[in-house]
């Protein structure tokens, strides 16, 4: 079955740390994989999405990911997380053909403290 | 106006009543989405519409009733919710094709008493 799993319910770090939100999937083809970010009483707003080529990608607000077919995992990274960053994330998987058809993860609640 | 556009933004609603979610997207896109976010579960995708054309409906409720009169607009018509229907539903847009990805609204905060 297609499955997106994030172990982490919530983690909080400390402003200026490094983060690392966890992500492991399960799909029958090759997967097209996604982070979100959605603050309280907003929509979700993509942070990155890796489908083929370099495994370490980029994304906007300082985050990358690195995705492992190994491992089949999608992490999500920041070295230095500001205290404009406590948000709910989303890991998703999808289709490459209909990119808005997608299965989500649980979440992972992120606080920061000062 | 840019982006995705739901309205309205927050709606209480009684089990006998009958209500619609209203979603508009300035994208251009031509491929729209429903999905629920209750607590503690994961996005569940509801509906999926192709250049108007339902596409895929995951065994969602004919409570819910979806209106896609064109590749812009997308309606939820709600009727005889059940309290554990309270929920926060999000619409989404994507253009048609490969490596794509949705645009999300801002939801609409559901509460069914």
């Known amino acids: 079955a297609q499955s997106v799993t994030q172990p982490d319910i919530h983690i909080t770090v400390s402003e200026g740390a490094s983060l690392e939100l966890r992500c492991n999937y399960s799909?029958?083809?090759?997967?097209?994989l996604f982070w979100y970010v959605q603050s309280p009483g907003q929509g979700l707003q993509l942070l990155l999405k890796y489908f083929s080529g370099d495994t370490l990608v980029q994304g906007i607000k300082g985050f990358e990911a690195e995705f492992k077919r190994s491992q089949s995992s999608f992490n999500l990274r920041k070295p230095s997380v500001h205290w404009s960053d406590a948000a709910e994330y989303f890991c998703a998987v999808g289709d490459y053909n209909q990119g808005g058809k997608l299965i989500f993860g649980q979440g992972t609640e992120l606080s920061v403290k000062p | 106006e840019t982006g995705v556009t739901q309205t309205p933004r927050h709606l209480v609603m009684g089990m006998t009543n009958k209500k619609s979610l209203k979603c508009e997207q300035h994208?251009?896109?031509?491929?729209m989405y429903w999905y629920k976010q209750s607590a503690k579960k994961p996005l569940e995708l509801m509906f999926v519409y192709n250049f108007k054309e339902q596409t895929e409906n995951n065994s969602v409720p004919s409570r819910f009733s979806p209106e896609c009169p064109n590749s812009s607009h997308l309606f939820l018509h709600l009727h005889t919710l059940q309290p554990e229907d309270s929920a926060l539903y999000l619409c989404a847009s994507s253009q048609a094709g490969t490596y794509t990805e949705a645009f999300f609204g801002q939801g609409t905060r559901l509460t069914v008493v």
């Open positions: 799909y029958g083809a090759t997967p097209y």
């Open positions: 994208l251009g896109h031509n491929a």
